[in-house]
């Protein structure tokens, strides 16, 4: 039985969570908080939305405006080319509801990998700690929920006092009784935390209090977070860690083969794999499951006209331009290890039962552990959750499972029974394609005009095109000179791939037997972006060009975050910005729970002095080195050296900061 909370169930669960000794008498309840917050405790209401509208159609990719389809639906090629049976998904208010409502409730069942197997409520920061620091906000909003620790904790090598205040970044609302974005269940007499889209993108105005829908959560500690669960070794993938090349343990497990071998040692895994979590930057998050520490800044939920989507371009495929793509990512390879066990031989050269058995081994609920002298295949079969689905999470199996494609990567579309195919990240594609970052708080229209004027004499324009500030376009690592790290974390995917297809987005799930199977038609986006997105036929990858909407609420900037700037970074001498705080340059102002500036770090995006000051900063952080982190490359400047005057400078950051809702001027 699930039951939605109204005001009195929300008051009972907030009792269990504050005392767990009361859980048996609701043993067989199964109740979930919160619900997705009512639309006036947003901004949403006061931007201005896309020119998206109720009646468009996506076909896989393709736009068709109200205007067109009203044009096809009285001939019989119109009616099947919108029919759901060629892929057209309709744009409704019933499909924006379900979009919101999943984007801020649903899991699809992520809480039991979180809490059963990687044990995030069992470390030093648990529910109790959390509903603690929670009660004593008195209902005021924070952008930063602070948990004191009540004893000394030793993770991944580094102590941590006890009084210690650590910083979650994680962002609580007016009299919100859990975190933003976090989903406490209460199941058959368990506790249980899972986590939505919500926790990463959106975010709590600091002056308001008001939802900030699709803005970067900047701060959200999710490293830390995860290293202080007691089995962080189940995500070892995200990280540089790879535990076959690191000591055998005394954990006994059967290979495929039937024969007996030994896991690689726990403790010392978990250790290295702690070590790497902990070196993320808050309001970073490594997406790319191939063995290498390359986390990368959480992008804005600002998504209408700037496909292709992920650092790198890789959703550039399906329905709403790829967008859907990157809402199945989040939900599958992010936040269940478990999906990539039939693939972990070919993309990370570790056989499924070595990789199983490594993110079981330790697994925080007795009933997850692996047990000695099994089989972790046949052990994880019996377990599942989802039994007869590939992984713990909800899901689909698409067509040339366990082979992903560049539509669904890993294979596993996740989705909720009971709903058709697909229907739910449509659902939130749609919804994002909505939304709008809040107005900019400027009035000065001259000094944003000459802004502009900048901005063209610059050549930003060049990528950095149009109503939306993109040229959806994908540029080679070498050209724009960041990082290189990323450009090429996924190259090992595309070796993998078979030829896209899906579902209708009419098909029921569970799946029918014989479903009708369509091909995801890839001429949407420039094969050329498609490979560089890969690194396929160039090695060193590239990075999309970025829309520059919402920069106000997105900062640090570039897609490592490695532009940061506190607000007292820079002081004026002259006619030029120097250095005036030290301690306020670079990323690792974020592990001190200091959020960046927007204008300052704007300043040393755009002047290869303070640059150059931010760079050795963040070079100079051995956290920020292991996470590949730097804030090089993007070599536009707008500074003395390139004949540009710091009156020039500071108008071209009033232009950027004020490309909101509705941009002023459009170059």
Known sequence: MRVRPGIWLVTLLSAVVISEGLLYFFFFADLAIPEAPWIGRTLTPKTKGTPQEIGDYDVLGRTVSKAEADELAPTSDGRRYLAPENGAVKITQDLLDLGRRAFYEETYGNEVFLTDVVGVIDGPINISK??????????????????????????????????????????????????????????????????????????????????????????????????????????????????????????????????????????????????????????????????????????????????????????????????????????????????????????????????????????????????????????????????????????????????????????????????????????????????????????????????????????????????????????????????????????????????????????PVPLPPGPNVLPVPTDITAAEDRRLAYARDNPAGGYKVPSLLGLRVSAPYLHDGGVAAGPEAFRREGERRVVAKQNQLGTSILFRGMLPDPGNSLRAFLDRDLRASVIAANRADPRLQKANVDGSGHHVWVDRAGGYSLQDQDDLIAFLLSLDDEPIIVP
């Open 130 to 507: 959390l509903t603690k620091a929670v009660t004593a906000l008195g209902g005021k909003p924070t952008t930063n929920l602070q948990v004191r620790l009540d004893r000394d904790v030793t993770i991944g090598g580094r102590t941590f006092r006890r009084g210690t205040w650590v910083n979650t970044g994680l962002d609580v609302p007016p009299g919100a009784l859990v975190p933003l974005g976090m989903r406490v269940f209460l199941q058959q007499g368990r506790l249980r935390v899972g986590m939505t889209c919500a926790a990463c993108h959106a975010a709590v105005d600091p002056d308001t209090g008001a939802i900030i829908e699709g803005a970067p959560n900047a701060d959200v500690n999710a490293g830390l977070l995860l290293a202080f669960a007691t089995n962080s070794a189940a995500f070892f993938r995200q990280t540089g860690i790879n535990p076959t090349r690191f000591p055998a343990g005394d954990h006994i497990y059967l290979k495929a083969d039937g024969r007996e071998a030994r896991l690689p040692d726990p403790i010392a895994v978990e250790d290295a794999v702690d070590a790497a979590l902990l070196a993320w930057p808050p309001g970073n998050f490594d997406s790319t499951g191939d063995l290498q520490n390359n986390p990368t800044q959480i992008p804005t939920s600002y998504t209408f006209g700037a496909w292709p989507y992920g650092w790198s371009g890789f959703a550039s495929t399906g329905w709403f331009h790829g967008l859907t793509t990157l809402n199945a990512n989040v939900h599958g390879t992010n936040s269940d290890m478990t999906t990539g066990a039939d693939s972990s031989e070919d993309l990370l050269g570790i056989d499924k039962e070595t990789y199983l058995g490594i993110i079981l081994q330790r697994s925080a609920n007795e009933d997850f552990r692996l047990s000695e002298g099994e089989r972790p295949s046949l052990f994880f079969k019996r377990v599942d959750p989802t039994p007869g689905t590939p992984g713990m999470n909800q899901a689909v199996s698409m067509p040339g499972y366990p082979k992903g494609s560049i539509f669904i990567l890993d294979g596993l579309m996740p989705n909720t029974p009971g709903l058709p195919v697909a229907a739910q990240l449509n659902g939130m594609s749609a919804w994002q394609n909505t939304l709008s970052p809040p107005p900019s708080q400027s009035d000065d229209s001259v000094a944003i005009r000459r802004g502009a004027q900048i901005f063209s004499k610059a050549g930003c324009g060049n990528c950095h095109a149009g109503r939306y500030f993109t040229s959806n376009r994908v540029i080679a690592q070498p050209d724009i000179g960041t990082h290189p790290s990323r450009a090429k974390a996924l190259a090992a995917f595309w070796w993998t791939f078979v030829p896209p297809e899906t579902y209708p987005a009419n098909v």
